[in-house]
């Protein structure tokens, strides 16, 4: 059962941040923090050996560190550097390049659909607060919900998934 509860904390909690930058425009560290330090305790778990965890830890790092040049440039924010460094940690080597595509695909999807919305005019209607600054020019695109959706797309083709089947 425990097993089980592990296995899907990283769904939970990718979508957690997926939701919560497009309701604030921001991720917490403490969702990143959050997988990185529940991947150290679940994989061992599932049945990884110290290789296959170090490669996973690898691969979160250099990801990380393309994040890193990416939010220096402007190109991306904090919050999606560090959600998107997490989710390769538990990606791995194996999915990272599917998992980036896919990130990149949603990504743009995301962003032509929040254009489009932003030139829609604002109807008279309430609207929450949150929508109200999505529709805003030049806030942004809450970046979460692409990576935490390419995320859940890779995660179930994952030797990490296999292994926590097993």
Known sequence: MFDYALFLVFPALLAFGGAYDLLTMTIPNRVS??????????????????QDILMHVAAGLVVLAAGIALFA??????????????????????????????????????????LFYRRMPVLGIHTPDWAMNLHKSGTGIPYGIAIAASALMVYPHTAWFAASLA
């Open 33 to 50: 923090i959050a997988l990185v330090a529940l991947f150290l305790v679940a994989a061992p778990i599932a049945g990884l050996s110290a």
């Open 73 to 114: 440039v402007g190109g991306f924010g904090g919050g999606d550097a560090k959600l998107l460094a997490a989710g390769a940690l538990w990606i791995g080597f194996d999915k990272l390049l599917p998992y980036l595509l896919n990130v990149a695909v949603f990504g743009g999807v995301l962003a032509m659909v929040i």
